[in-house]
């Protein structure tokens, strides 16, 4: 069975720093890409960043620069390093895994970037 858990969410002050992980399982994990994605109040799916199989990274201009995506095979785990928070960055944030057909997702936790 294929599993996400996300851990890391919470309040931050403006220009803050948030570190989530995604530990999977179910599935051999260094083979497949990973994504964040995320989900601001009112607003649909934004896709965040990526990281495929190698290692390469892919983000969404409105946060190059700010967050860095990484993974550790040995964990089986991916991480998402937010730097210089911004309160539109408040968002329930998200990893998912496509292994096609089907597309999995974790629970989901809370970003809230508010003085």
């Known amino acids: 069975e294929v599993q996400l858990v996300e851990s890391g969410g919470g309040l931050v002050q403006p220009g803050g720093s948030l570190r989530l992980s995604c530990a999977a399982s179910?599935?051999?994990?260094?083979?497949?890409?990973m994504s964040w994605v995320r989900q601001a109040p009112g607003k649909g799916l934004e896709w965040v960043a990526a990281?495929?199989?190698?290692?390469?990274?892919y983000y969404a201009d409105s946060v190059k620069g700010r967050f860095t995506i990484s993974r550790d095979n040995g964990k089986n785990t991916v991480y998402l390093q937010m730097n210089s928070l911004k309160p539109e960055d408040t968002a329930v944030y998200y990893c998912n895994a496509v292994l096609s057909p089907d597309t999995y997702w974790s629970q989901g936790t809370q970003v809230t970037v508010s003085s």
């Open positions: 179910g599935f051999t994990f260094s083979d497949y890409a």
């Open positions: 990281i495929d199989s190698g290692g390469s990274t």
